[in-house]
């Protein structure tokens, strides 16, 4: 191939695939397999490592891979990014339709036509296209100057690099600004902060904060692990296009290949907005994003100017909220609790309450600063709320209500569980006896016992606390040379609970790599970074003789997180509790190169129960054999494996058409019947 030849391949090769792109991220219907997606890609990168004078900007492989940055740069708005006026009652949004009408001289009974849209709790962002090509992007900022987060954005698969030409006429517009909400949808939120949570470390309060935390991060790697999305809801400054209406400049954006919101619609006039408020709040539990509210705006673009701007909000659009899910309840007493890493947490319990039916006792204050910085302090009444549908939260304390003498809350010197000296790094108190302070040994035990870690089934909270205070478990080798005698000499304890606990811890010794890699705790190494870690280095002997290049390597893996793993192999004592372990028959197999599965490329998803696996094991055997379990259902997915009552998954699968396979079906494919 001479060098035009290779410019015209690498040419169909980009199209091609920003193609393919756009039909997975954007539409969610793949044309072709993840396989030949693949093959494609290599095919480019191949062709641009040989002639990388042809390597642009919107190439696929321009995605990820830029260097970290020392500090954003800034970009100002040549519009600026104005920001809403609120509304949270029924009368609150008819007055704004009543003021709209007044300003515009028009008669009360007269119907304004609007745009309703969902309002995203993300983060406001504008992306630059000149001649069609991604050219620039930032965030909000002060509506006026916002932070370069290009290569960040970059990171987003359902933001496009290039554009379709439009209409297939005159091509994409020469220059335009286009605005949307950042995200992140909440099962990714989810998983984050139980990832953070598991390596001690403060997970997002709400899925907007890990959304900004994610997209403003000065290294684009860290941005593209976590699976951010877009909403586009308006265009700013755009040469050679016009439109008549906000709906029109919508179908526009989506028709060049950007995300538009798919409940976006047009309303005849203030009743139906307040119609489609009401539907749009049901759906929201059922979506996989945060809604706060709705926008409606001014359809017509001809009155939106007419209506004009007041200082920083514009008079022709309105955020007509949701009730938040909050409600108030009294604090009975802040207690201190010890993690596995040693961190000290301040916990908030709490006189029951039901917000939006949830029952909460208990709202975590993270740390010191933010119980500070809410003065919250035993006997307070405060405003609790859920975010993200999962963590509840103190939001803040009415202090009129204050009890006299209530006093500020302090963090303990010494810790509460072994005396041990607290030490403060950053904004988190640690105890520093390490494993000798019974609540870090408990909490390093409990976790390598989880289910999702060795899974042993019966060693619960008082099981650990039990065999800790009795000295029977020092570190967690110890549970693999239980003898039934001491356990037996135990409160509690009758020969069959012993016998089901010592099955259990036997039954362990045969789990994954990748769950004993996560059972240890290190520091950093989550579920999703222990599959990666069992996959690259294949075996725990690799792993803990991994020097920090080679982790620095696998893509995904920062320094932080490498130099942790390097430590704690490098630490003595946790050689000897992997020794002990390994003496004791634990067998962990190696594993295969994800290629060799017979299901490699696969998307499994599971709904309803199996008579012969739990859902985890169920997961992990098709992993093993190179498929992937997801859990949100769509068009991707090659098998649904519906058990006994399988639910609104399993209808949704027969709309889509997809395979649908039962239990039997499924142990034949996996070879075990
Ligand atoms: S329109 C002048 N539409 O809400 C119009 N904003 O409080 C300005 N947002 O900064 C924005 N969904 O981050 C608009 N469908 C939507 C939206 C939306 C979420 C956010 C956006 C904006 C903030 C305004």
Excluded at 92 to 114: C, G, H, N, W
Excluded at 498 to 505: G, K, S
Excluded at 515 to 531: P, Q
Aim: net charge neutral; aromatic share 8%; charged share 30%.
């Amino acid at each position: 191939m001479d060098e035009k030849e290779a410019k015209a391949e690498i040419e169909r090769l980009k199209k091609e695939i920003n193609y393919h792109n756009y039909r997975y991220y954007v539409l969610d219907s793949p044309a072709i397999t993840d396989a030949e997606y693949d093959r494609l890609m290599r095919q480019l990168e191949a062709l641009e490592v040989k002639y990388p004078q042809f390597i642009t900007p919107d190439s696929p492989t321009q995605r990820i891979g830029a260097a970290p940055l020392a500090a954003f740069g800034t970009i100002t708005h040549t519009m600026p990014m104005l920001s809403l006026n609120n509304a949270f009652t029924v009368e609150e949004a008819q007055e704004f339709d009543s003021r709209v009408k007044r300003t515009l001289k028009l008669s009360p009974d007269e119907k304004i036509e609007y745009a309703a849209e969902p309002k995203m709790d993300g983060l406001a962002v504008e992306l630059v296209y000149e001649d069609g090509i991604f050219i620039k992007g930032s965030t909000r900022g002060d509506g006026y100057v916002g932070e370069d987060v290009t290569q960040n954005l970059r990171t987003i698969k359902t933001i496009p690099l290039s554009l379709h030409p439009h209409g297939g006429k005159a091509g994409p517009p020469k220059y335009i600004e286009i605005r949307g909400e950042v995200f992140l949808p909440l099962e990714s939120f989810r998983k984050i902060n139980r990832e953070k949570e598991a390596k001690g470390e403060l997970p997002f309060a709400n899925p907007r904060n890990a959304a900004a935390g994610s997209l403003r991060q000065l290294n684009p790697k860290i941005t593209a692990s976590r699976p951010l999305d877009i909403f586009c809801y308006g265009v700013g400054t755009a040469e050679g296009v016009t439109f008549k209406t906000h709906y029109q400049s919508l179908q526009f954006i989506k028709d060049l290949g950007l995300k538009v919101n798919p409940f976006v619609k047009v309303a005849a006039g203030i009743d139906e907005v307040l119609e489609y408020h009401r539907e749009m709040e049901e759906k929201r539990e059922k979506l996989n994003y945060e809604l706060d509210g709705v926008v409606i705006k001014v359809n017509d673009l001809g009155l939106q100017n007419r209506l004009g701007v007041l200082t920083r909000s514009p008079r022709w659009a309105l955020a007509y909220k949701f009730a938040p899910k909050q409600e108030s309840t009294r604090v009975k007493n802040i207690f201190v609790g010890v993690g596995r890493t040693g961190a000290l947490t301040p916990v908030a319990f709490l006189e029951p309450v039901n917000v939006g039916g949830v029952t909460i006792e208990r709202a975590t204050l993270h740390n010191l600063d933010e119980v500070e910085r809410k003065d919250v302090r035993v006997g307070d009444s405060v405003i609790v709320q859920r975010a993200g549908d999962v963590i509840p939260e103190i939001v803040s304390v009415l202090t009129d209500k204050r009890p006299p003498h209530a006093k500020p809350f302090r963090m303990p010197e010494r810790c509460p569980e072994c005396d041990s000296a607290v030490e403060r790094i950053g904004a988190i108190h640690f105890c520093t006896g390490g494993l000798l302070c019974p609540a870090q040994l408990k909490e390093s035990i409990r976790h390598f016992a989880s289910k999702r870690a060795m899974d042993i089934e019966g060693l619960g909270e008082m099981h650990v606390e039990q065999l800790v205070n009795e000295g029977l478990v020092k570190d967690v080798a110890d549970l693999y040379y239980l003898k039934k005698d001491d356990l037996l000499t135990l409160a509690r304890w009758g020969e069959k609970s012993v016998d089901n606990l010592l099955n259990a811890i036997d039954v362990s010794k045969k789990r994954t790599l990748e769950r004993f890699i996560y059972a240890l705790g290190i520091n950093g190494v989550g579920e999703h970074m222990a599959r990666i870690l069992a996959e690259r280095f294949g075996s725990i002997d690799n792993l803990m003789q991994a020097s920090m290049e080679e982790l620095l390597n696998v893509y995904e893996i920062g320094p932080g997180t490498a130099e942790s793993i390097v430590d704690f192999f490098k630490e003595a004592h946790n050689r000897q509790v992997i020794e002990k372990i390994k003496k004791a028959g634990v067998n962990i197999p190696e594993k295969k190169a994800k290629e060799e599965g017979r299901l490699t490329g696969k998307k499994f998803i599971f709904t309803g129960a199996l008579e012969s696996f739990t859902r985890d094991e169920a997961q992990e055997l098709v992993e093993s054999e190179g498929a992937e379990a997801v859990s949100a259902i769509s068009r991707k997915i090659d098998y649904v494996v519906a058990g006994a009552e399988a639910g609104s998954k399993l209808d949704k699968a027969r709309k889509l058409g997809l395979k649908i396979i039962d239990e039997q079906e499924f142990k034949k494919l996996i070879g075990r019947p």
